[in-house]
């Protein structure tokens, strides 16, 4: 078994983009051991001694040489989840280094592996905070199977960048705030279709969500200018709305930025 370790790795940013499309070089390097360091000139038997810790040192293979930001740029490499969990299991190393990769973006398309996912996020004493470490969740493959109840265990997670709950027409309010309420870090938020939502969920995303920059409603029927305009007024970043609200969001933006402009020249 694996123990936890305190240590810090050297983590992946998340804004890059998916494993697939990673373009680090390919070509690493492993310094080697100069061969012409012999026992030539050594004046005793004592100095030809070598001590136990560089004999484990000879031991270990290069590529478990390679500094952080190196292994990582191997793992990136790997569109595998399965081949992901095998690096994990190879090192304390090794793990530390593909974990992140890992569990940035947990692959939830089936029931299974859903169960899987919460059950590893809920437990308080892991081998690493795994509910720190989600950046996307996407649940829109369960679009039929999820419900308040289902989304309960991701309250933990506070770190997600991208959420994604497209067709997850049983969600109402209570589970999406549950989810938004507390992530400070989200940038894109995904609610399509979903007609139960209303004006409650928008302005629990103005009132956390200051750094939000994608927002795609549509189809939620409910939702009225009064928690847009709420919207609008509280995250300053957004860049790309549902086009069916995009209109009256970018005009708001675009008032209120004339409106600072003018009270700062007076």
């Not at 790795?9 to 373009?23: L, M, N, T």
């Not at 569109?79 to 793990?95: H, I, P």
């Not at 109840?149 to 027409?169: A, D, N, Q, S």
């Given at each position: 078994?694996?123990?936890?370790?305190?240590?810090?790795?050297?983590?992946?940013?998340?804004?890059?983009?998916?494993?697939?499309?990673?373009?680090?070089?390919?070509?690493?390097?492993?310094?080697?051991?100069?061969?012409?360091?012999?026992?030539?000139g050594v004046s005793s038997l004592r100095d030809m001694t070598v001590s136990p810790s560089q004999e484990r040192e000879?031991?270990?293979?290069?590529?478990?040489?390679?500094?952080?930001?190196?292994?990582?740029?191997?793992?990136?490499?790997?569109?595998?989840?399965?081949?992901?969990?095998?690096?994990?299991?190879?090192?304390?190393?090794?793990?530390?280094?593909?974990?992140?990769?890992?569990?940035?973006?947990?692959l939830c398309n089936s029931w299974p592996n859903l169960l899987s996912v919460t059950k590893s996020i809920q437990q308080p004493d892991g081998y690493y905070p795994y509910n720190a470490l989600v950046k996307r969740l996407n649940l829109s493959n369960l679009h039929d199977q999820i419900n308040d109840g289902t989304v309960k265990?991701?309250?933990?997670?506070k770190r997600i960048e991208r959420l994604t709950l497209t067709g997850c027409i049983k969600l109402t309010d209570g589970g999406v705030c549950s989810l938004i309420n507390g992530s400070r870090s989200l940038l894109a938020?995904?609610?399509?279709?979903?007609?139960?939502?209303?004006?409650?969920t928008l302005k629990a995303v103005s009132g956390n969500c200051g750094r939000l920059q994608g927002l795609n409603i549509t189809d939620c029927s409910k939702v009225t200018d009064e928690s847009l305009v709420a919207v609008a007024e509280n995250c300053r970043f957004l860049k790309r709305v549902s086009e069916s609200y995009s209109s009256l969001l970018f005009t708001y933006l675009r008032h209120a930025a004339q409106t600072e402009q003018l009270l700062s020249r007076h």
């Amino acid at each position: 078994m694996l123990e936890a370790s305190t240590s810090t790795s050297a983590s992946s940013s998340s804004s890059s983009p998916e494993r697939a499309a990673y373009d680090d070089d390919t070509d690493f390097f492993t310094a080697q051991r100069n061969d012409s360091e012999s026992s030539i000139g050594v004046s005793s038997l004592r100095d030809m001694t070598v001590s136990p810790s560089q004999e484990r040192e000879h031991r270990i293979s290069p590529i478990s040489r390679l500094p952080p930001e190196l292994l990582i740029g191997v793992f990136t490499k790997l569109s595998s989840s399965m081949d992901l969990r095998s690096c994990m299991l190879v090192s304390k190393t090794w793990s530390r280094n593909s974990v992140d990769l890992l569990w940035h973006r947990p692959l939830c398309n089936s029931w299974p592996n859903l169960l899987s996912v919460t059950k590893s996020i809920q437990q308080p004493d892991g081998y690493y905070p795994y509910n720190a470490l989600v950046k996307r969740l996407n649940l829109s493959n369960l679009h039929d199977q999820i419900n308040d109840g289902t989304v309960k265990p991701f309250m933990l997670c506070k770190r997600i960048e991208r959420l994604t709950l497209t067709g997850c027409i049983k969600l109402t309010d209570g589970g999406v705030c549950s989810l938004i309420n507390g992530s400070r870090s989200l940038l894109a938020l995904d609610i399509t279709g979903l007609d139960a939502i209303t004006d409650h969920t928008l302005k629990a995303v103005s009132g956390n969500c200051g750094r939000l920059q994608g927002l795609n409603i549509t189809d939620c029927s409910k939702v009225t200018d009064e928690s847009l305009v709420a919207v609008a007024e509280n995250c300053r970043f957004l860049k790309r709305v549902s086009e069916s609200y995009s209109s009256l969001l970018f005009t708001y933006l675009r008032h209120a930025a004339q409106t600072e402009q003018l009270l700062s020249r007076h």
